[in-house]
């Protein structure tokens, strides 16, 4: 079923920029179109790049936000999501968490 | 005249004219409109969907540039449970699971959750689940949901501390009923919210207070009233709502929320009271009739799912599975059904996810 969804109107998750998009939904509450708009601004391309996996397999290697590919030294995880928070200035809770407890041990 | 090959709502294919497409598409909408009191269909709405069915392709999809999002309910079960919850049952990892997800399915999010599914289950193991959060935050990279439901049925007797009203009310013993899911409700929102926080403390993305409202009106307003009691201790934690139904059943009959009676709400009315009380994302429902047909299901759950968006100022992710959005009630859906309710849900009913 989730397959079939994916293949028939989802933008594709890390393939391209679906993880980005979905976060602008769930930490701001923005609707499709303000969302993709969002993340376009930010990664300087157009809204239906963000469903190309030419555009995005390139770029999310460039800014290191993982890509669905399995290569060797290339973000994934934690450190993708930290570079996720900083590109879209917007919060992510496992990072923050990271963060914040880094901060209260070197203070 | 030519016959199309569609499905029913069992998922049987029957064999209808492009006239019996289309009539059923409208009366199909039209039950919506009387049942919600919502505008039905327009005429483009309709035609739309007519060539959707009319169209033998075995899939069809959107526009390039219409995708929406995707989100889960069930978590990660789906491929290490049995057939009793659609699984596969297959011998693999919780995070594994995540992991495939995220990079083999192309989903947008991936959901983690217990295979109890409810959060009263969920609360004396939450430790457990905080680990399983924590490392599946270091192994993935899209944003993580927690699913599980309010489940307002496991507090009543035998399995829970409360009378349970499917007794007390043919018992004549109506106060009493009333009172067991009062409290219930009370003991159900304590649960969430004290699994909520821990999973917030270990870094979740996401809440997902899924098939709300499963055990009638007192069970979403646990849920509505844990999401804002959550949205207060932790603002941070996202959270989605899913519905059970697309109609809140009146299993209490009197309880309110924000000031207004929740029993008899349909989707347009629902997710007012989930973005009243802070919730980020509305998981609309509207369940599949399987003694009609496929057109007259989905045009009856696009229906009321446009008004829903429509009426929302939050993202909507409608259900679109097994029995529900349209689709027929079969635990193997077939493509072609599944596709053509995804390209209406976001063409026509301009939803933000499903």
């Given at each position: 079923m989730p397959i079939a969804h994916s293949v028939v109107s989802g933008m594709g998750g890390m393939r391209t920029a679906g993880d980005l998009v979905a976060r602008m939904q769930f930490t701001r509450k923005m609707r499709i179109s303000e969302a993709k708009t969002?993340?376009?601004?930010?990664?300087?391309?157009?809204?239906?790049?963000?469903s190309d996996t030419a555009v995005m397999r390139e770029l999310r290697e460039e800014l290191g936000f993982g890509v669905v590919l399995g290569i060797p030294g290339d973000p994934k995880g934690m450190e993708a999501k930290e570079r996720i928070s900083e590109v879209l200035d917007i919060p992510v809770n496992c990072v923050d968490r990271v963060r914040r407890r880094a901060q209260e041990r070197r203070s | 005249m030519s016959t199309y090959k569609v499905r029913s709502g069992d998922g049987r294919f029957i064999a209808m004219t492009a006239d019996e497409i289309r009539r059923d598409l409208i009366e199909g909408a039209a039950d919506a409109a009387d049942r919600g009191h919502i505008p039905t269909l327009d005429d483009n709405e309709i035609d739309r969907l007519v060539d959707l069915f009319v169209d033998q392709a075995g899939v069809v999809g959107v526009q390039m540039g219409n995708q929406v999002i995707s989100t889960q309910d069930g978590g990660d079960h789906r491929i290490n449970a049995d057939a009793g919850s659609c699984g596969l049952a297959l011998a693999i990892g919780r995070i594994q699971e995540l992991q495939l997800h995220e990079r083999a399915f192309g989903q947008d999010t991936i959901e983690l959750g217990h295979i109890d599914?409810?959060?009263?289950?969920?609360?004396?193991?939450?430790?457990?689940?905080?680990?399983?959060?924590?490392?599946?935050?270091?192994?993935?990279?899209?944003?993580?949901?927690?699913?599980?439901?309010?489940?307002l049925g496991l507090y009543f007797a035998p399995d829970g501390p409360y009378g349970n009203p499917a007794d007390l009310l043919p018992a004549g013993r109506i106060k009493e009923a009333l009172a067991a899911q009062e409290e219930a409700a009370v003991h159900a929102q304590r649960d969430v919210v004290f699994v909520g926080t821990r999973l917030a403390d270990s870094g979740l993305d996401i809440m997902n207070l899924d098939t709300s409202g499963a055990s009638g009106d007192a069970d979403f307003m646990a849920a509505l009233k844990a999401a804002e009691e959550l949205k207060s201790k932790v603002p941070h934690l996202a959270i989605e709502m899913g519905?059970?139904?697309?109609?809140?059943?009146?299993?209490?009959?009197?309880?309110?929320?924000?000031?207004?009676r929740l029993a008899g709400m349909y989707p347009n009315d629902q997710v007012r009271m989930a973005e009243a009380a802070g919730v980020d994302v509305f998981g609309p429902v509207v369940n599949t009739n399987t003694r009609r047909?496929?057109?007259?299901?989905?045009?009856?759950?696009?229906?009321?799912?446009?008004?829903?968006?429509?009426?929302?100022?939050?993202?909507?992710?409608?259900?679109v599975g097994m029995g529900v959005?349209?689709?027929?009630?079969?635990?193997?859906?077939s493509l072609d059904a599944v596709s053509r309710a995804s390209v209406a849900m976001v063409e026509i009913a301009r939803v933000d996810g499903l």
């Open positions: 969002y993340v376009a601004d930010k990664l300087k391309v157009s809204t239906h790049d963000l | 599914y409810s959060y009263k289950v969920v609360k004396p193991i939450v430790a457990q689940e905080q680990a399983y959060v924590e490392n599946a935050l270091v192994a993935t990279t899209h944003p993580l949901m927690y699913g599980a439901m309010t489940n519905m059970a139904s697309e109609f809140v059943l009146g299993m209490h009959g009197s309880v309110t929320y924000k000031g207004e047909s496929m057109p007259w299901n989905l045009a009856r759950a696009v229906c009321f799912v446009k008004a829903c968006v429509e009426t929302s100022n939050i993202p909507v992710h409608a259900n959005g349209g689709i027929p009630v079969l635990d193997t859906p």
